[in-house]
T-cell receptor, first 115, second 109 residues
């Protein structure tokens, strides 16, 4: 089934630990995004990538890094997790670039708890 | 600053009609999106408006007035499965998506 796969679906980790959230899409979309969703707030963009080999910072990039080695994969890394990074993380993709409108396809989310 | 406002929560009755409003103040405008998100699940696309007027898609319709910075999502013949959060998002002049906090819709029998 075509779509976006995120892993893990849920994780608890200690503050200071390094964590990578994985995201893979099989729709050959150029653009990919990482959002975090917190109660009472709208989705906030962490990082994005318009195409393989390029990445950009979103609204809340501090403490996070991404890479886009190929079209399908867009991992998000927390170098040293802090409790404020407790959130639900959604990976998304679209078949349009950053400067075009387009429907976003979301993964099922990764619930991260930092203690 | 940029801002999207929508009600936090609404309640409606099965079979009825409900209108969820969204007002926005953004730096430019390149379209407005509505997404549906069931609890614990990912958001899914419902509609996109870039010109003024009403877009109808089955039981769901979305309206846009760019001059008023206003949109609404209209849900007809409500079903229990429509219980979800509805997210309004606006694409600004930099093609950045600005998201509202979402409206939680509760459907009662």
């Amino acid at each position: 089934i075509a779509g976006i796969t995120q892993a893990p679906t849920s994780q608890i980790l200690a503050a200071g630990r390094r964590m990578t959230l994985r995201c893979t899409q099989d729709m050959r979309h150029n653009a990919m995004y990482w959002y975090r969703q917190d109660l009472g707030l709208g989705l906030r963009l962490i990082h994005y990538s318009n195409t393989a080999g390029t990445t950009g910072k979103g609204e809340v990039p501090d403490g996070y890094s991404v890479s886009r080695a190929n079209t399908d994969d867009f991992p998000l890394t927390l170098a040293s997790a802090v409790p404020s990074q407790t959130s639900v993380y959604f990976c998304a993709s679209s078949d349009s670039g950053w400067n075009h409108t387009g429907e976003l396809f979301f993964g099922e989310g990764s619930r991260l708890t930092v203690l | 600053g940029q801002n999207i406002d929508q009600p936090t929560e609404m309640t409606a009755t099965e079979g009825a009609i409900v209108q969820i409003n969204c007002t926005y103040q953004t730096s430019g405008f390149n379209g407005l999106f509505w997404y549906q998100q069931h609890a614990g699940e990912a958001p899914t696309f419902l509609s996109y408006n870039v010109l003024d007027g009403l877009e109808e898609k089955g039981r769901f319709s979305s309206f846009l007035s760019r001059s008023k910075g206003y949109s609404y999502l209209l849900l007809k013949e409500l079903q229990m499965k429509d219980s979800a959060s509805y997210l309004c998002a606006v694409m600004d002049s930099n093609y950045q998506l600005i998201w509202g906090a979402g409206t939680k819709l509760i459907i009662k029998p």
